[in-house]
Structure formats: structure tokens, C-alpha cells
């Protein structure tokens, strides 16, 4: 070998390393191109994800007791470590059951063991300690974050990787298209016409809406009159005919900066049932990951990391 040839392999080398046992390249698809177009309606009845891989960091977060059921979404941030929305575990952390997530599949319910899909136990949930359940206030939905941790690492690799985390002071942009994805219901639901969720992985594209406006329209439209305090450790987000619904759970809302990276702004956690084709007029609300960085990373005891720095969008 010449010494060119020699320097070109060892980069080659690291490259690939660090490609399957780091956080350090999140954020990446395996498709990268992204083509707006695609993300045409809401998740409900709206465009399925095409290929296993093309949102690597997503998974599904499974139950079995007598049988098996899905109860949220939730994304990769490292390779012991899921991120999902607290209300994920409401009345579902019991002995007796086994918990586990899906990694690698574009169905929620998956049963598959072929070599593509991999299936690995949760081993402790950390709900954050100021999370409120319970009947709806003023307080409802606060702090609506969980950490699952693994029994064993996620391995790396095309179909099955991080996503980025922002920076704790990162500006949330109010400009750009945020995508949200999930396995949800996919129609209209009505008490004649229920739409039981096919438990198949779909994208959507949502506006960011500032937070004061947000607050006079949930006040505006809330049948129950309940007076959401939306707060910094909130995002709200829809469009008209676009937006998030039951079994979205704890799936992303994400950007891609300018540099191709997919990053996680938001957590799924609240919404008003009633107005689910109008959630600009009735945005869906999300936990605000930038609020939550150092309880992330404390957590985790520095194996997930957000970012250092601001992220041009």
C-alpha cells in the first residue's frame, strides 16, 4: 500500500466505528434527501413511512401480559436509552407485565424475529420527578417525560440509529417545517366509525405555533374550559388537517438543520380529541426537549448528550 492509500483506509476505518457504536453521527437517515412533498396530510389519513430505516431512531414501545399491546412510540437517544412521553407509563408500569421495544420495524405491534428487527427489554423507567398525572389542571401535562433504559445496547447501524438532541439553549425555529411521526390513528374517529389504529409508522409535516397564540386558542376552543398554563417546557404545533392523535405517544416532533442532521424539538403528549382536523386551530402539545437537556444528561449519566451548541435550521 502507499501512504495515501495506507491514511485513506484508517479513515475509512474510524468512519465506520463511529458509525455504529456512537452517538456522535445522530440524526442521520439512511435517505437523506427530504422532500417536503411527501408529508402531504395529517398522521391521521395521513402517508405511511416507506422503508424500515428511513427514520431509524424511531421504535415502539411494547407491553405483554396475556397478550402483546403497544402503548407508545419513542425515539433512540443512545444506545442504552429511549426517550418517550411520561404518560406512557400511566397505569401500565405493573409487575407482572413485560415491557420491551421494537426497533428496526414500521409496525407497532410487531412480532417478527427476523434478523431486521430488534426486540430488547426495558429494564427501568425514569419518569421525571415533577411529572403531574392524574386529573386535568392547570399543572396537566407538565413535565410529560421518560427515559427507558435497556437491558442490553442497541447496535448501530443503517436502520437502527440515534437521533440529535438540540442544545439547552437552542432558539426553537418558527420558520422551518417540523415533521412528526408516530403510530397512531390515521382517520377521523367517530362514535359510529371508532378507526382502530392499523399500528403502521406515518409522517406528517406541522407548523410551529408561538406559544402566546397557542395559548389564546386552546382558551378559545376547549370544550371543558380547562385553562392550559403553557409554559417554555411546552411546544404547540399543527395545521389545518395535519397534526397528531391517539398512539402518537411519545413519538417526535423533529427539524433537520442545515447540516442534514435530524434533531428532537418536541415529545407527543396532549391534544383536544374534538378538534383533531383543526389543529391550527387547536394546536397539539409537546414537552420541549431543550428544557430537559441536563435531566436528560444526568440521567443518563452522560451516555445521552444534547448539543453543545446552537444548530443553524
Same mark, same amino acid.
Given at each position: ?15 465506520? /466505528? ?29 402517508? !405511511? ?13 411494547? #407491553?405483554?401480559?396475556? +397478550? ?66 392524574? &386529573? ?9 417525560? @421518560? ?42 374517529? /367517530?362514535?359510529?366509525?371508532? #378507526? ?6 406515518? *409522517? ?9 397564540? %397557542?395559548? +389564546? ?13 403553557? +409554559? *417554555? ?20 416532533? @423533529? @427539524? ?12 407527543? /403528549? ?13 394546536? &397539539? ?5 431543550? !428544557? ?7 440521567? +443518563? @449519566?452522560? *451516555?445521552? !448528550? %444534547? *448539543? ?6
Amino acid at each position: 500500500f502507499s501512504l495515501q492509500r495506507m491514511r485513506l483506509l484508517a479513515l475509512l476505518v474510524l468512519f465506520i /466505528s463511529l458509525n455504529v457504536g456512537s452517538t456522535s453521527l445522530c440524526g442521520l437517515r439512511k435517505n437523506s434527501k427530504f422532500n417536503g412533498a411527501r408529508f402531504r396530510r395529517h398522521i391521521i389519513g395521513g402517508n !405511511k413511512v416507506a422503508n424500515v430505516g428511513d427514520w431509524p431512531w424511531q421504535v415502539a414501545v411494547q #407491553v405483554f401480559n396475556s +397478550t402483546l399491546s403497544s402503548i407508545c412510540g419513542g425515539t433512540v437517544i443512545a444506545d442504552r436509552w429511549i426517550l418517550t412521553a411520561a404518560h406512557c407509563a400511566n397505569k401500565q408500569c405493573r409487575e407482572g407485565f413485560t415491557y420491551r421495544i421494537a426497533a428496526g420495524t414500521l409496525k407497532a405491534l410487531v412480532v417478527d424475529t427476523s434478523e431486521q428487527v430488534v426486540f430488547i427489554n426495558v429494564t427501568r423507567f425514569y419518569v421525571h420527578p415533577e411529572y403531574e398525572s392524574g &386529573a386535568i389542571s392547570e399543572s396537566y401535562m407538565h413535565n410529560d417525560i @421518560m427515559l427507558l433504559e435497556l437491558e442490553s445496547a442497541l447496535t448501530f447501524n443503517e436502520i437502527v440509529s440515534p437521533v440529535c438532541l438540540p442544545s439547552r439553549v437552542q432558539t426553537i425555529p418558527q420558520d422551518k417545517i417540523a415533521v412528526a411521526i408516530g403510530y397512531g390513528q390515521y382517520e377521523q374517529p /367517530s362514535f359510529t366509525n371508532p #378507526v382502530p389504529s392499523d399500528g403502521r409508522l406515518r *409522517e406528517t409535516k406541522i407548523s410551529i405555533i408561538p406559544r402566546d397564540a %397557542c395559548k +389564546t386558542r386552546l382558551d378559545a376552543v376547549n370544550p371543558k374550559r380547562i385553562k392550559f398554563n403553557i +409554559t *417554555e417546557a411546552h411546544i404547540c404545533a399543527g395545521s389545518a388537517g395535519h397534526g397528531v392523535f391517539h398512539g402518537d405517544s411519545g413519538g417526535p416532533l @423533529m @427539524m433537520r438543520a442545515k447540516d442534514g442532521r435530524w434533531f428532537q424539538f418536541g415529545i407527543v /403528549s396532549a391534544g383536544v380529541d374534538e378538534l383533531i382536523l383543526a389543529q391550527d386551530l387547536a394546536p &397539539a402539545i409537546f414537552a420541549n426537549v431543550v !428544557k430537559f437537556c441536563n435531566w436528560i444528561e444526568e440521567t +443518563t @449519566m452522560g *451516555e445521552a !448528550k %444534547c *448539543e453543545k451548541e446552537e444548530v443553524d435550521f
